[in-house]
């Protein structure tokens, strides 16, 4: 197997992926975690480490791009609300 490569996706993984091409709705998005047995937390930080993998990219490019364009735009809104504060790694 070839990283980054479609094969690397699981099936669910593809069908989170398939999903999310649509504009799911909440009823979907609670319909495909009773069938592939995932609470819809889970479902959400699945599909958050999801878009993160080359794989992912590879299949479904306008999804990746999407959920990665949402994720950065809710961090800018909790950083300016103060709520997230980027850690320094050097103390002094």
Known sequence: MVPGTVNELSEHDR??????KTTPTAVACESLCRRIDLST??????????????????YAPDVVERVRQLRAERFAFERRRGRWKQRSL???
């Open 90 to 92: 050097f103390k002094l």
């Open 15 to 20: 069908m989170i992926l398939v999903l999310e």
């Open 41 to 58: 937390e889970k479902y959400t930080i699945v599909l958050e480490g999801l878009v993160d993998t080359d794989a992912a990219y590879s």
